[in-house]
């Protein structure tokens, strides 16, 4: 009889933990309060009740009671405020009530504390911004060199497509990386007018704000909060999981370190500088290998002494400075979980065996092609995957043939055998 297992939220990580168990001969079923697939994405995912002792084994994703959270005075009466959790539906409900030429009329301020560096998705060459920065060699050579030319050298990068400073944008603290917005269209809006700059909210009145530093107020019709989340587990006893600081004590950031049995799993806990997608899929196959008793986990006394030295997250000096709640290094983490599976690609016996595949799996992109080529779950399509996902890539856009210029040494070995002809024509009528 194959074991059940509660999966708790039919998110992007819900999901991925539904397919894992199938994958692994586990029987799961999924509880989702709403009636459509999604979850966070939808902005409507929310659990209600449950307990883990109910589950002989339970993966649950990260269903967080979601809620905005702001530092400043909010009048209870403000008439038109907008939480993030309504931001998709507001957006239809205007876009209905307002045309084109209406909307070119909207000033928009946009208010940051700390800054962040803004990221087109369009990078270097016209090349995906992802493609170009998440690679093992790339990742390799920022964990190799000190934290401050690290910081230095993203920077520089950052500001090539604009200065920060001078729109306002620029982070306070560099040396913590914080995640970057991907927005292609910011910097076109503020250089024009369109989005402005401030500072934080000091305070909300009754049809105006009052920005951090500046003395005169804004009038301001309508206010949508971006402020972030904070999560909690309200359908959990805080014996089996709290939260605390911004995170909570999970092995691995996955399994409570102080349950004796591990019967209860959290997938998508965790801001890797990376695909949110393939990361909760990696921690999914892992988890489902440790509910097998595949994986056997350390005592908890161990694994609480390693939740400790994550929750310190003490800057190593080299790298990039993850010193916030819940960061990770996207490949390092990765890694890890596929070392424990077996199914981490040994680039040593590769280069030997298909040194190709092996160059392209280092130098290229980390897609999760790599992470299905060996072990549990191994996919026979992933090596011609890897080899071909520029080919994919760039399919949408070769949209018109376009005659590539001949390569520079093609074209003066013409010149030359051109002239090499009139030299040996004039020769034989001389």
Sequence with gaps: MARRVAVVGAGVSGLAAVKCCLEEGLEPTCFERSDDLGGLWRFTEYVEE???????????????????????????????YVPNSQFLEYLQMYANRFNLLKYIQFKVFLSTTGGAWVISRVFDSGYPWDMVFMTRFQNMFRNSLPTPLVSWLIARKMNS?????????????????????????????????KVLIRPSIKEVRENSVLFINTLEEEPIDIIVFATGYTFAFPFL????VKVEDGQASLYKYIFPAHLQKPTLAVIGLIKPLGSMIPTGETQSRWA????????????????????????????SGFGLC??????SDYIT???????????????LSMLLT?????????????????????GPGRWEGARNAILTQWDRTF?????????????????????????ALLVAIFLVFL
């Excluded at 449950?50 to 403000?78: H, I, Q, T, W």
């Excluded at 729109?167 to 250089?191: A, F, S, T």
């Design 161 to 193: 497509w604009f200065n920060h400073a001078n729109y306002g944008l620029v982070p306070e603290d560099r040396i913590q990386l914080r995640e970057p917005v991907l927005n292609d269209e910011l910097p076109g809006r503020i250089i024009t007018g």
């Design 322 to 327: 993850y010193c916030k709640a819940l960061q």
């Design 237 to 240: 006893d805080e014996s089996v």
């Design 354 to 374: 298909d040194p190709r595949l092996a160059l392209t799996v280092f130098f290229g992109l980390c897609t999760p092609y790599q992470f299905r080529l060996t």
């Design 333 to 347: 983490y990765i890694d890890e979980l596929l070392t424990d599976i077996n199914a981490k690609p040994n680039l």
């Design 288 to 315: 489902v290998r440790v509910l097998k008793g595949m994986i056997k986990l350390p005592p908890p006394s161990v694994m609480i002494e390693e939740v400790n030295v994550r929750k310190k997250n003490k800057p």
């Design 50 to 80: 449950g307990r883990a002792s109910l589950y002989k084994s339970v993966v649950s994703n990260s269903c967080k009671e979601m809620s905005c959270y702001a530092d400043f005075p909010f009048p209870e009466d403000y008439p038109n």
């Design 395 to 419: 399919k949408v856009t070769k949209t018109r043939i376009v005659q590539e210029p001949p390569p520079p040494f093609e074209s003066l070995l013409k010149l030359f055998s051109f002239l």
